[in-house]
């Protein structure tokens, strides 16, 4: 039973009656009382409130944006709790977790905090993806995070996927169930329902971006979609696909299997990587071992080809047909591309703390992989059938017009060097979805997509500029009207510098004078 109206009329008439900005004010004993909420006709068990003071920090080892320790948080209510406890038809327990942070001094925004790898837990709700050095809280948003119904252990358990509410609470459900709910309990405890609502993820959490677009188009105001997870049993194919084709070039062990380790020397991965940078770096109006103009970048492998003279960086053919077969991408028998290929970017050799592009794309906790051949027509196949397939719908999916119509703002970013989804899916998805909703002229009103060199899956890599504060934008877009036509990004792997990230299908191209680190000089072009 959804009583979301009655809640939010109810507070307006408590809120009406209370001295102006006062309901935007919480204290410890206002969080202590949380302890007994109780929603009318929805099955919420409260398993703990408690109120931190000014100046904590959030918990170590969170993936992107600054330190921990140099984040210091409002003071806060932390609410946890469970949606619809019960024990499944695998005789398990499950629920849908949440963590619901309220500052005591709320500024009537509320964000939503997707998810990561198959959820399993509840993180820490603090926004921080695409945040820069302010996470949402710290602004004084109200953060929710979830475990999307089911806990697991570490953050690719897959187990819950055989039984069916899970499954489908993890494929879109338990997101959509989850953002009204905080609603209400928001709504509830300040007496004032939130002015503005939004969401930001990355990887599976840009994937629920995308959902919450697509299947509940009227519960946010603006949306950020990070390196998409939305089509991950194609994604492996492709992943699977590099790594075959790798194998290719490798030596062979004393049982006669490829050596995934013997393919490429650290010389010949660094000799790519500069021949990349040879070919493309200049094409953005400056070299400085980035690469803006990713459209017209063109890479040949077979241009490292070791000559009359041979050096320990020069590739064999056989390395270097491997590569471009690699990163081509893997095809059907009819010659259908069944996943995008890849980028040629400069950190397609960084680790992330999974092996690159150019080791394969694989995971190393997995057992070696030695294969060099593949059956595509058998895996495209498999990956349809399986359970895989309702994430994948979430690719399809381009009708958005009840979103743009209400007035939703869309943002994607995705880094040019992501090891596990390639950036040309969410191009192609972009792409098609700007098609289906009027073509450029009519979505660039309300949705944009920035593409960020260097950087790896939803963060990271040697060349990166992996740090900007697109939720800023965002809510300058939604709530003054001020389309962003570039982000600014810098990264702790080049302190100093900073670059525009530009709007989809522009790049960052430089002015030709002025500080060649400084993001003021250059400008966006096609």
């Not at 958005?400 to 209400?406: D, E, F, K």
């Amino acid at each position: 039973m959804r009583i979301t109206v009655p809640i939010v009329a109810i507070a307006m008439l408590i809120a009406a009656a209370m001295p102006a900005g006062a309901q935007t004010k919480r204290d410890a004993a206002a969080c202590a009382a949380l302890t007994s909420l109780q929603i009318p006709g929805v099955a919420l068990t409260i398993t703990k409130a408690e109120w931190f003071a000014e100046g904590s920090s959030p918990p170590a080892g969170r993936a992107g944006g600054p330190p921990a320790a140099a984040i210091k948080l409002p003071a806060y209510c932390r609410l946890d709790g469970v949606l619809d406890r019960r024990t499944g038809a695998d005789g398990k327990p499950y629920g849908i977790g949440f963590a619901l942070a309220l500052p005591g001094d709320w500024n009537g925004r509320f964000l939503f905090q997707g998810g990561g790898g198959l959820n399993g837990s509840v993180q820490m709700p603090l926004g921080a993806v695409a945040a820069g050095a302010t996470p949402a809280l710290a602004r004084g948003f109200a953060v929710v995070s979830t475990d999307t119904g089911h806990t697991g252990q570490g953050g690719f358990d897959a187990s819950f996927m055989q039984e069916q509410q899970a499954a489908l609470d993890f494929a879109y459900q338990a997101i959509g169930r989850i953002a009204p709910l905080a609603k209400q309990i928001i709504a509830q405890h300040y007496a004032k329902a939130p002015d503005r609502s939004y969401f930001a993820g990355c990887s599976t959490g840009g994937r629920e971006a995308m959902l919450m677009a697509q299947r509940h188009p009227t519960f946010f105001d603006g949306i950020i979609s990070g390196a998409p997870a939305m089509r991950t049993a194609y994604s492996g194919i492709g992943d699977e696909w590099v790594a075959t084709m790798l194998n290719t070039a490798a030596t062979k062990d004393a049982s006669g299997k490829a050596d995934p380790r013997t393919v490429l020397t650290d010389v010949q991965k660094k000799a790519v990587i500069d021949g990349v940078l040879n070919a493309c770096d200049a094409g953005d109006g400056l070299k400085d071992d980035m690469i803006f103009n990713t459209k017209a970048c063109r890479f040949d492998p077979k241009t490292l080809v070791c000559g009359a003279n041979k050096t320990d960086a020069c590739l064999t053919m056989a390395q270097a047909t491997a590569i471009e077969k690699g990163f081509a991408g893997p095809k059907d028998s009819k010659g259908r591309q069944v996943y995008p290929g890849f980028m040629f970017d400069t950190g397609i050799a960084s680790t992330q703390g999974i092996p690159g592009l150019l080791h394969g794309g694989l995971n190393p906790v997995g057992p070696p992989f030695a294969a060099t051949s593949m059956d595509v027509d058998a895996r495209a196949a498999a990956a349809a059938a399986s359970a895989g397939d309702v994430l994948t719908a979430t690719s399809s999916w381009t009708n958005l017009n009840t979103y743009s119509n209400h007035g939703g703002k869309l943002m994607f970013f995705h880094g040019v060097s992501d090891p596990w989804f390639s950036a040309l899916d969410t191009i192609d998805y972009y792409e098609r979805m700007t098609k289906a909703n009027g073509g450029p002229e009519q979505v660039m009103n309300w949705s944009r997509l920035y593409l960020a060199p260097g950087v790896g899956h939803c963060g990271g890599g040697p060349l990166a500029l992996d740090t900007f504060d697109m939720l800023s934008s965002l809510v300058d877009w939604v709530e003054k009207g001020t389309a962003p036509a570039s982000v600014t990004a810098t990264g702790r792997a080049l302190p100093g510098r900073s670059r525009p990230l530009c709007a989809y299908p522009q790049h960052a191209h430089y002015k030709g004078t002025g500080d060649t680190q400084d993001a003021k000089n250059f400008e966006c072009r096609p």
